[in-house]
């Protein structure tokens, strides 16, 4: 039982630490090209985690390819 939990303890950080590695990129995009283009306001690091994983939730896929 303590394996599984382990296990899944592991899962979770390794989600979180993608989320954080991918939201500096996002941030770093998003405040050198967004507020030039469109004239957006800039985003923090938390801002651009959130977004990072409200647009994994929504734009996320469940292809099935059944042969």
């Given at each position: 039982?303590?394996?599984?939990f382990e296990a899944i303890l592991?899962?979770?950080g390794l989600i979180v630490l993608a989320g954080i590695l991918?939201?500096?990129p996002l941030q770093l995009l998003w405040n050198w090209l967004m507020p030039t283009?469109?004239?957006l306001p800039t985003l923090t690091f938390w801002e651009a985690f959130g977004l990072n994983v409200m647009s994994g939730i929504l734009f996320r896929t469940n292809?099935?390819?059944k042969k």
């Open positions: 039982m303590k394996n599984n592991a899962i979770i991918f939201a500096l283009i469109f004239n292809v099935n390819i």
